[in-house]
């Protein structure tokens, strides 16, 4: 390879560190009890400690190192230097090592758009957050959950970091921290895992798997529902509905072979929830639309809002686009 590597992998190798950082920002201030939420549009619509600290962390890292990339995070918080210790200033050599997709390398930082959600999931974390014992009752570590034996302990699995890359409109790469995988191996084991993706590279830090047979197991939201939301997954014949939380977490089922299709009819999802997963969901061959089938675009001055919902599937995304219901398309119209 000859010169220094194109920016978008520069930017990306930041990213998968920046990420990996925000994510042991969401495991500490679980740990320390103090959540701060508060309610953003309403209880369904929450915002902690976690999401502050680790929006802040992104957006500082990145914009230092990147100063001319256009950053948009969910939260909206005021413009100020964060603590010098949430900033971070390390990259994955792993990332730098690869070749950049031909479309991409001459790509300069006024051309990218990055979109964050620091923390997605947040409704799950607050309700996993009252199943785990805290520092005053449990020895410090800064690896270990303090976690008690709760059935809603699966929750922290549906908590990621999303930084998504975008440019000319379309997501080319992301990166997924999960902060907790590996929180069912108890005290002491190492938590966390860190996926990316870029269409034409490929997606790296996960086992790609398949659901095995024509089972349509279909995911959707398990907090944000209503009545078209159902109708439209029941139009699907499920063999199986997975009721999770998070956009993250649901395109890291359809990547893992365990849910065939992401079917959300309705707004509320919003271009930071979209974007990383996306990218990571089409380097594998896979496709995220509007529930009409139409593409969203990712450029800096789109609506946040992806208003017509998500359909999303690793394979056979025409034939889920297929069933939805006429009085769904109706009900939710395309941008
Ligand atoms: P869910 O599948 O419900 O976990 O939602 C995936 C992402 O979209 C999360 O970041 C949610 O916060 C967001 N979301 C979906 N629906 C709504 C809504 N009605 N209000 C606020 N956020 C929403
Ligand atoms: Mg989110
Ligand atoms: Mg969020």
Redo the contacts with the bound molecule.
Sequence with gaps: MSGSPAVVMRLLASAYSVAEKAGSIVRKVLHSGELGIVEK?GA??LQTLADRLAQQSICASLSRRFPKITIIGEEELPAEDPREDLVEYGHSEEILQKTCPAEYSGLKEEEIVVWV?PL?????YTEASRCVRHPAEAQISHKGPYISHSAALWLLD?VTVLIGIACGGKAIAGVINQPFYNYQLGPGAELGRTMWGMPGLGAFGFQLQEVPGDRRIIT?????SNKVVTDCVDAMEPHEVLRV???GN?IIHLVEGRASAYV?A?????KW?TCAPEAILHAVGGKLTDIHGNTYRYDANVKHMNSAGVLAALRNHEYYASRVPQSVLQALKSD
Excluded: I, L
């Design positions: 549009t369904n619509d959600d997605d999931g947040t409704k799950e549906n959707t939201t398990r907090s944000h939380g998070g956009a649901k959300f309705s707004p509320g999802c919003k929830d």
